[in-house]
């Protein structure tokens, strides 16, 4: 059975690889991956799947299933780019078109990589091997927003048993460190504008509002739990200074380890934004982007996907993948290991230093970091919440290479990434038929994510009413 599945990611490599090829040279943004999400379409249309597309008012969202019946297994993939990390595939820094975006997460192999699963199982299924039905989800705009979160409110997870979600990276490795809670927004402040020299006394500053804002906040982190992270950007200060700006904006991230911290700096930082405007006579709109919450694994899951990689084994990488990643190498600071050291516990050093001296990945590793933070965000998070999820990544990046990076980019458009890629297909696609094969690890998992859930229920971080957030993205 496992053996037909990794069999039938080989004889689709060339297709998987050419679809990853090509969403790494459309790299679009989130909610504009339209070239992106039709050609997973196309191909899912062209394996048999039925494929619903435009789901929660994205157009860009989609989900695909094959089969019928109990259990419903769901597979992650995502698509957009980030932006100005437009880059060459090579090793060294080239841009292809200056301020472009590029494949900087490696999210053209992620949503490839799902595609050469879906399509393993299904294949399984055809051959009676297996039954229930296998599922793509076909999930936009990561970097930006929550959209698996609005595919949660419109419950497209309600009937999956099992999700499986996996990620480009610098290791083969079970990912049992939870993440970030996040709050995205913007605090839009409006006063009235006048000459900033000859008639200052009847202007109102909303730069002054944003300004005073921003004080506020950060006298607020010495009262912070200290795992909380509160980062802006000024997106708006006005247009000259010598006209009195009557309209400013900041844009806010809100990020704890716990969902429910989240939610109280966010109501603090709120009372911050609202003493502003009775400071500078201004008035505040806030415009609420998105949330997510923070991972939380089920370890049955965990267990049959490290269970998988032990079978499917490590990427196999040649001498010329080693020599890009050397050359490429010497872009890297050299203490951009320093961070993994920290997530080492004494009986592995030895092991971890032979792998950290190694520019590739080749092996695969014992899980870590359980009950470490990882300092990012992802509304991944938001349907581990909803139903039993586990999450891995494979080598597809150099060692040490920096998240979102153009260093990524390059492998990401390579037979670096391609080869890790195809890896985490197999990986997948051999999780998925362990669970189809078995009902019975289903419903433990099934509880177990119900136990750990007991006194911690999902409710949607997404405000009643809210859209996806098209246009204000773009400004």
């Given amino acids: 059975m496992f053996k037909q599945a990794i069999k039938s990611v080989k004889i689709n490599q060339d297709i998987l690889i050419d679809v990853s090829d090509q969403i790494w040279g459309f790299a679009e943004l989130g909610l504009e991956e339209f070239k992106s999400s039709q050609l997973l379409i196309k191909t899912l249309d062209e394996a048999g799947f039925s494929v619903n597309s435009n789901v929660a008012d994205m157009p860009t ?3 695909a299933d094959y089969g019928k019946g109990k259990p419903v297994i769901g597979i992650l993939g995502e698509y957009d780019a980030l932006p100005g990390l437009s880059q060459k595939a090579e090793p060294y820094r080239e841009v292809i078109n200056e301020g472009a975006p590029g494949h900087g997460c490696g999210h053209n192999l992620l949503g490839a990589g799902s595609l050469g699963a879906v399509i393993a199982v299904k294949e399984a299924i055809d051959l009676g091997v297996v039954k229930g039905t296998i599922r793509f989800y076909g999930c936009p705009a990561e970097e930006i927003f929550n959209a698996k979160g609005y595919m949660i409110r419109e419950g497209l997870f309600n009937d999956v048993d099992i999700a499986l979600a996996w990620h480009p990276g610098n290791f083969n490795m079970l990912n049992l460190m939870t993440c970030l809670a996040m709050n995205s927004v913007k605090f839009k402040f409006h006063g009235r504008t006048a000459h900033a020299a000859g008639d200052p006394q009847n202007g109102r500053s909303a730069l002054d509002g944003v300004e005073l804002m921003n004080i506020g906040a950060n006298f607020m982190r010495e009262h912070m739990i200290s795992d909380a992270r509160l980062h802006y950007v000024i997106t708006h200060g006005g247009d000259a200074p010598n006209v009195v700006p009557a309209e400013a904006e900041v844009h806010y991230f809100v990020r704890a ?33 998105s949330g997510t919450y923070n991972t939380m694994y089920t370890p049955i899951v ?3 996907i490290s269970n998988s990689m032990r079978t499917v084994g490590a990427p196999r990488f040649n001498k010329e993948d080693i020599a890009f990643a050397n050359e490429l190498k010497k872009s890297i600071p050299k203490d951009s290991l320093d961070g993994y050291y920290r997530l080492i516990p004494p009986n592995m050093m030895e092991l971890a230093k032979a792998i950290l001296s190694q520019p590739l990945n080749k092996v695969i590793i014992p899980p870590i970091g359980e009950g470490n933070v990882l300092p990012g965000s992802t509304d991944v998070a938001d349907v581990s919440w909803k139903v039993p999820l586990g999450e891995f990544g494979t080598a597809c990046e150099i060692m040490g290479s920096p998240g979102h990076s153009w260093q990524n ?3 990401s458009g390579m037979s670096i990434g391609h ?6 297909a197999k990986v997948l696609a051999v999780s998925s038929l362990e669970f189809m094969n078995n009902p019975e690890l289903v419903e433990k998992a099934c509880k177990e994510h119900e136990y750990m859930h007991r006194d911690k229920i999902y409710t949607s971080p997404l ?13």
């Avoid at 969902?259 to 400071?279: C, D, S």
């Avoid at 405000?463 to 400004?475: N, Q, S, T, Y």
């Fill in 419 to 424: 080869k890790g890629m195809l890896t985490a």
């Fill in 463 to 475: 405000p009643d009413g809210l859209k996806p957030p098209f246009r204000r993205l773009k400004k």
């Fill in 302 to 304: 965990s267990e049959v």
């Fill in 61 to 63: 969202a989609f989900y």
């Fill in 257 to 289: 380890p716990e969902r429910h911290q989240v939610e109280e700096l966010y109501a603090r930082l709120v009372n911050i934004a609202k003493g502003a405007t009775l400071m500078t006579e201004t008035t505040m709109d806030i415009d609420f982007l």
């Fill in 409 to 411: 980019v390059a492998t």
